[in-house]
């Protein structure tokens, strides 16, 4: 607070002086029916005394209240005290840059002005998708990048001029609400960590496996073959085998079976090899718990499908994952698309590029406009249909330039952005829900 004869520059209104209204020290004034207009600003209080006055903005400030100190906050990114600014004004907001009409608060040494609710963003976070803590950045002296970043929880445009999460060690870049959003960021005591710039991450190896052993030979090389297994999700033994089977679905994927695989000799149980050396226990970026692998019926929270058999599963959360979600990083490639996509995670709704279906979970590519939800991007590179002869090959653009699209098994037309599976010994184009069915990850015993 700075006096200068009979003006006051207060934290209440920092862009005028206050003046001392001469006029409330003589004499008694009658507001009449607007006497909410003589309220003091700070107390809301009417009373006949001494008061200072803006009359710009129309407000007062008893005298005795204009002496009280000034109310701070200490945020923790920022090494001066903010101070309220009990009026409400347009401005933008140094921090996330956005402007809008509230009460800020001000450092006066920096005039850095912050929304309120910018003010408590923590120094610190950790997020599931980075192993290190990213601390909050806000001056372009700490973070100079001419070039345009991208936010790798969202995979959209960072403004470097204004407030951000950055890990130097990686170059790791995310906006203020994403790296926040209770589905980004990791709850953890952060005070519990020697080394504060990197969080120790699950170890994938698991101490058990998700099998018992119950017969293995040694090959020539030293190389040990299991033969036979006592897996968690089938009550036989299953034994190794390499032989071709005839259109067989894993009950671990729900995929077609290809050798080598396990087999249960009393009853038509399958599991790739692959798939029966599943850590039990993995972490997913779409989730912050550790996820178990156990065998269950669940609609998975990736691609949204119905599925039946191996889930990796936080079921304290209700979370479950089907086994080919649960593969795949916060970074694809993809035969689909020429440029590396990575997961875009937000909380409004992205469109696919391949199926137009809308998911707040989608790979964007940072090149262009490209999207791609899980559905999509899991889908089986070749797949076969009913009695027909040759597997159909997931295909990425039209088969050819005539404009005009159908599927060959619902006759309908086909868009032509979407993917599709295609015959090409037939000449045979069909939908991808026309090939793989309602549930493609279901099985049906």
């Given at each position: 607070?700075?006096?200068?004869?009979?003006?006051?520059?207060?934290?209440?209104?920092?862009?005028?002086?206050?003046?001392?209204?001469?006029?409330?020290s003589?004499?008694?004034?009658?507001?009449?029916?607007?006497?909410?207009?003589?309220?003091?600003?700070?107390?809301?209080?009417?009373?006949?005394?001494?008061?200072?006055?803006?009359?710009?903005?129309?407000?007062?400030?008893?005298?005795?209240?204009?002496?009280?100190?000034?109310?701070?906050?200490?945020?923790?990114?920022?090494?001066?005290?903010?101070?309220?600014?009990?009026?409400?004004?347009?401005?933008?907001?140094?921090?996330?840059?956005?402007?809008?009409?509230?009460?800020?608060?001000?450092?006066?040494?920096?005039?850095?002005?912050?929304?309120?609710?910018?003010?408590?963003?923590?120094r610190?976070?950790?997020?599931?998708?980075?192993?290190?803590?990213?601390?909050?950045?806000?001056s372009?002296?700490?973070?100079?990048?001419?070039?345009?970043?991208?936010?790798?929880?969202?995979v959209?445009?960072?403004?470097?001029?204004?407030?951000?999460?950055?890990?130097?060690?990686?170059?790791?870049?995310?906006?203020?609400?994403?790296?926040?959003?209770g589905?980004?960021?990791?709850?953890?005591?952060?005070?519990?960590?020697?080394?504060?710039?990197?969080?120790?991450?699950?170890?994938?190896?698991?101490?058990?496996?998700?099998?018992?052993?119950?017969?293995?030979?040694?090959?020539?090389?030293?190389?040990q073959?299991?033969?036979?297994?006592?897996?968690?999700s089938?009550?036989?033994?299953?034994?190794?085998?390499?032989?071709?089977?005839?259109?067989?679905?894993?009950?671990?994927?729900?995929?077609?079976?290809?050798?080598?695989?396990?087999?249960?000799?009393?009853?038509?149980?399958?599991?790739?090899?692959?798939?029966?050396?599943?850590?039990?226990?993995?972490?997913?970026?779409l989730?912050?718990?550790?996820?178990?692998?156990?065998?269950?019926?669940?609609?998975?929270?990736?691609?949204?499908?119905?599925?039946?058999?191996?889930?990796?599963?936080?079921?304290?959360?209700?979370?479950?994952?089907?086994?080919?979600?649960?593969?795949?990083?916060?970074?694809?490639?993809?035969?689909?698309?020429?440029?590396?996509?990575?997961?875009?995670?937000?909380?409004?709704?992205?469109?696919?590029?391949?199926c137009?279906?809308?998911?707040?979970?989608?790979?964007?590519?940072?090149?262009?406009?490209?999207?791609?939800?899980?559905?999509?991007?899991?889908?089986?590179?070749?797949?076969?249909?009913?009695?027909?002869?040759?597997?159909?090959?997931?295909?990425?653009?039209?088969?050819?330039?005539?404009?005009?699209?159908?599927?060959?098994?619902?006759?309908?037309?086909?868009?032509?952005?979407?993917?599709?599976?295609?015959?090409?010994?037939?000449?045979?184009?069909?939908?991808?829900?026309?090939?793989?069915?309602?549930?493609?990850?279901?099985?049906?015993?």
């Open positions: 607070m700075e006096q200068q004869q009979q003006r006051l520059l207060h934290f209440c209104d920092s862009k005028h002086p206050l003046v001392f209204d001469e006029q409330t003589t004499v008694e004034i009658d507001y009449g029916k607007d006497i909410q207009f003589s309220n003091c600003l700070l107390c809301n209080e009417s009373r006949n005394q001494y008061t200072y006055r803006c009359f710009r903005c129309d407000f007062n400030l008893h005298f005795t209240c204009a002496s009280l100190p000034f109310p701070t906050m200490e945020a923790e990114f920022h090494d001066h005290p903010l101070t309220p600014i009990l009026k409400s004004f347009t401005f933008t907001c140094d921090l996330c840059g956005k402007e809008g009409k509230g009460m800020p608060y001000l450092c006066h040494l920096c005039s850095f002005w912050v929304h309120g609710r910018c003010a408590s963003f923590p610190m976070v950790k997020v599931v998708r980075h192993k290190h803590l990213l601390h909050l950045t806000h372009s002296l700490e973070f100079h990048q001419p070039d345009t970043r991208f936010c790798q929880l969202c959209r445009k960072v403004d470097t001029r204004y407030g951000l999460y950055y890990c130097s060690r990686c170059d790791f870049v995310a906006h203020l609400n994403c790296a926040i959003d589905r980004n960021k990791e709850n953890i005591n952060l005070k519990e960590f020697k080394d504060v710039d990197e969080v120790p991450e699950l170890n994938e190896s698991a101490d058990s496996a998700t099998y018992e052993v119950k017969k293995s030979n040694m090959k020539e090389d030293g190389t073959i299991v033969e036979e297994i006592k897996h968690i089938h009550r036989h033994d299953l034994k190794l085998t390499n032989e071709v089977p005839n259109n067989q679905i894993c009950d671990g994927c729900v995929r077609a079976i290809l050798p080598p695989y396990y087999s249960c000799v009393k009853c038509r149980f399958f599991l790739h090899e692959s798939c029966a050396k599943l850590p039990p226990k993995k972490r997913h970026p989730h912050q718990h550790p996820l178990i692998l156990i065998c269950v019926t669940f609609r998975c929270r990736a691609c949204y499908q119905l599925c039946n058999g191996l889930a990796y599963a936080c079921e304290e959360c209700w979370f479950y994952l089907d086994v080919h979600c649960s593969l795949i990083s916060d970074i694809l490639t993809h035969k689909g698309h020429e440029h590396p996509l990575i997961l875009s995670y937000t909380t409004h709704k992205q469109k696919c590029s391949c137009s279906n809308e998911s707040d979970q989608v790979f964007r590519c940072s090149t262009c406009e490209f999207a791609l939800d899980y559905k999509c991007a899991t889908l089986p590179h070749s797949a076969r249909y009913n009695q027909h002869e040759h597997p159909f090959t997931l295909c990425y653009r039209p088969e050819d330039d005539s404009g005009e699209y159908y599927c060959d098994i619902c006759e309908e037309e086909r868009d032509s952005k979407e993917w599709f599976y295609y015959c090409e010994d037939c000449s045979y184009p069909a939908h991808s829900k026309c090939i793989l069915g309602e549930y493609p990850n279901y099985k049906w015993r």
